[in-house]
């Protein structure tokens, strides 16, 4: 079985487990040992005398099929478990090794109840699902591999021994080419290999083909507007739209919108393929648009790849790749704009206009208005970005305000 193959002893004891015990905080990282070692405070915290533990991790070679059933976990671990049982994120990887990740949750079961185990044997099932439980002895904790095939294969112990924090969170390792895209033909194969259980992907990749032609000469300047939702995007646009004579595009651009429900129910992975996608059919607009008017884009790659860094990324801001890391660079592929400007107001001004709004909210915008710490990440993968990196417009006085200073910042550049 892959399972046993991915996570027998000796690959076992070469992997390091990550759990995000406090988001507030980096993960708690341990690792596994065939010598008993005494937990560090942290790690009694989540190992202690409290409850019933079970970790399981999703790994198989299908990419489609790994990022289907960890959603399909996901949402019913969170829908079926408790209010006794908490669910944290977990991982498995090996330092410094790209793509070595396998993601997962951990359980913590204060019930009496054996809800946990029932949910948990119909996943021990597949063979893309490891399921491990936690046993305690005085001050030591051991792993065990549960399967209903051939039990455990390892006879000795596998205690739980506390590790030093990674020197990038563990999500690092997996983000590129799976949570943002760095090139056209990594997002396009994800969707072909999502045809046979989801159809209207063939539709997404006639788009795509029709498009194809991204490159342009010396055209007209070409000006991207980002920003968090309620920031003034849409009434910036349409004011630099009719100042400057110039074209207005989206991005996502309209053609993808009868697409956008269905893919915004898949997990990330075909999400954010369908969307990258969208980056390169708005950047054939552009490329067409450009050599007869000045274009102005609400939103580009820089929102596509923020809001997903961010997201794949568990916990603090910290946590977010390094500055000048390659996560952050355009990809090479992608028409580059001339001019990027983020769009900021403070929290409680966009929470405001959010409210007067009253419109639908994606995910991840919901996730905006009530994690402080999304915001931030959010906000700070942006500032990151580099090649071409955001200016910073500040966007709370009013609009005609807003207008004049991006229109100053404008002409000072490119004297339209």
Known sequence: MLKRAMFRCGQLCSRVFAVEFDLRTEPLYFTLSTTPQVLHH??????GDEGKLFSLYVHCDNRIEKAQTHAEIKHKLFVTLSRDCDVFE????????KNSLVKGFFIRDKSTATLSEDVLKTFQQRKSVCVFSYKREGQYCWQEML?????????????????????????????????????????????QECTDIIPVSKEVLKLVDEQLETSRGDGFPVIVIE????????????????????????????????????????????????????NYITAAHIGKESLRTPVIVDRYWHST???AIATAVGG????LPKPGSELYQWPEDLLKPNLVLLLTVNPEERLRRLRDRGQDKTVEEAELEINQLFRLKVEEAYRRIQNPACIIVDASPSPQEVLQQVQHLIRNKYHL
């Open 227 to 278: 920003g968090l939702d309620a920031t003034g995007k849409t009434t910036l646009t349409e004011a630099l739209r009719e100042s400057l004579n110039a074209t207005l595009l989206k991005s996502p651009p309209q053609c993808l919108a009868p697409f956008r429900q269905r893919f915004d129910s898949e997990p990330p992975l075909i999400r954010r393929a369908f969307y990258a996608l969208g």
């Open 90 to 97: 977990a991982s498995s990887f090996i330092p410094d090794v």
């Open 316 to 319: 603090r801001v910290e946590n």
């Open 42 to 47: 942290a790690h009694q915290q989540l190992f």
């Open 305 to 307: 790849a923020a809001y």
């Open 147 to 191: 399967s209903p095939v051939n039990q455990v294969e390892e006879s000795v112990r596998q205690y739980i021994t506390p590790a030093e924090s990674a020197e990038h969170h563990p999500s690092t390792l997996n983000i590129r080419n799976s949570d943002v895209f760095y090139n056209m033909e990594e997002a396009y194969k994800v969707l």
